[in-house]
């Protein structure tokens, strides 16, 4: 049984920040790597940031610079800061969880928090 909740989304004036959580209960499985998507209105979901188990790292150009995840593996949680952030950054935030056995993986997905950028 795997279950990703996440919290911290919420509505910032741009130029400010925010920490998006995401805490993956998992039961004799492991985690391959988490991420963090997003979808804003009328757009297609993208890509923001992925992290594997080992700390590898990928981010999105738009984002690069601004956004860092991370990964406590003793917490099994995923973070994502967020800094400078931009109007073009509203959406809603997904974590990604790649979990499994240690010889492949599922995505599962995290409930979604909204995060809103305006004055």
């Known amino acids: 049984q795997v279950q990703l909740v996440e919290s911290g989304g919420g509505l910032v004036q741009p130029g400010g920040s925010l920490r998006l959580s995401c805490a993956a209960s998992?039961?004799?499985?492991?985690?391959?790597?988490m991420g963090w998507y997003r979808q804003a209105p009328g757009k297609q979901r993208e890509l923001v940031a992925t992290i594997t188990s080992g700390g590898i790292t990928d981010y999105a150009d738009s984002v690069e610079g601004r956004f860092t995840i991370s990964l406590d593996n003793a917490k099994n949680t995923v973070y994502l800061q967020m800094n400078s952030l931009k109007p073009e950054d509203t959406a809603v935030y997904y974590c990604?969880?790649?979990?499994?056995?240690?010889?492949?993986?599922?995505?599962?997905w995290g409930q979604g928090t909204q995060v809103t950028v305006s004055s």
């Open positions: 998992i039961s004799a499985f492991s985690i391959h790597g």
């Open positions: 990604n969880g790649m979990i499994g056995p240690d010889t492949y993986y599922e995505n599962y």
